[in-house]
């Protein structure tokens, strides 16, 4: 007997259901569920990996593949055929903001209410890493990142992760924000100075100067083989070191050359002192 298929965790349903070539009023129709609409939103629009979208609707990775190649044949033959698309049914629920740390931003449900975004509890004996995040990669201004993502260890491997919204918290009240939520370390990019003081005075171990893939770079700390820099500072108010972040004026430096800053939103990175 054929086992059941696994209902589909959707963020919400489609705004638009129907879409028709013009001047058509009746004809063959096409019908792609919601499930299949929900793989066509995160993959297509917001670019998640098959993998990403997986954890997200709480299903395999091999059932997102079925899922999207059906969908994309749908829409192929709704194009090209000129058949009326039509968005329902299928087999799914929607989230209740419980797997919010699987979105890439802000998940819909607790950004409309302003609600934070829940944190599993730590276990004992648990050695909870956050990283400034976005996208995958380490986000290089600790003071603006929008989200950490949490790894929590226990004997030497990762048993949990989590991503959670900052809600817009400033450079002290992340630290603050990281104490609330059990951090003992933080892997970041470039980092004020002030920031940097309140995390050593909560406690947590500070390891800035960091880019790249946020998982490869926790792996490698847990390896003891994290390149990072112990002098990264990004300070917004110092302007002697001659050399300026963005268009703001911001300077960014570290203690072992001169670096160099680009004009990007992410302000600054750290390794060497360097900013993309």
Known sequence: MARPSKCRRICSEPAYDSFAPGGICCGDKTILTVDEYEVIRLIDLHKLTHEQCAKQMDISRTTVTEIYEAAREKIADSIVNGKKLVISGGNYRLCDGSAADYCQKFCRKIKSTGAKTPVRTKGANTMRIAVTYENGEIFQHFGHTEQFKIYDITDGKITDEQIINTNGSGHGALAGLLTEIGADVIICGGIGSGAKSAIAEAGIKLYGGVSGNADAAVKALMSDSLDYNPDV?????????????????????????????GEDKHGCAGNGGHCH
């Open 233 to 261: 500072h990004c300070d917004h108010h110092d302007h002697a070191h001659g050399h300026e972040c963005g268009n703001s004026g911001h300077s960014c430096h570290s203690h072992n050359d001169g670096g160099h800053c």
